[in-house]
C-alpha cells in the first residue's frame, strides 16, 4: 500500500463560501500545504510576515488568488 505524504497532501475547498483561514498555514514550518480556497469568501489584511515565507510565493496563487465578487485580502500581492 502506498502513502501519500503529509507534505504533499493540499485539500481542495474551493466554492464553499469559507470566510477565515488562520494565517498560521503559511508558516514555513506548517505541516501539509495550505487549502486550495479559490472562490471563497476570504477578506481581509494578510500580516506581513506571511510575503517573506517561502510557502506564500509557492501557493498563494492556487490557494486564495480568486475570491467571489467583493471578496479578496485588500493587501493580496
Known amino acids: 500500500m502506498k502513502t501519500i505524504p503529509k507534505e504533499q497532501l493540499t485539500i481542495d475547498c474551493s466554492d464553499n463560501d469559507i470566510t477565515k483561514l488562520p494565517f498560521e ?3 514555513d514550518d506548517f505541516t501539509g500545504n495550505p487549502p486550495i480556497l479559490r472562490n471563497n469568501r476570504l477578506s481581509g489584511v494578510i500580516p ?5 515565507t517561502e510557502r506564500w510565493w509557492e501557493h498563494k496563487s492556487v490557494c486564495i488568488a480568486r475570491q467571489q465578487e467583493s471578496y479578496g485580502y485588500s493587501n493580496y500581492r
Open 25 to 27: 498555514v503559511w508558516e
Open 48 to 52: 506581513d510576515w506571511v510575503f517573506e
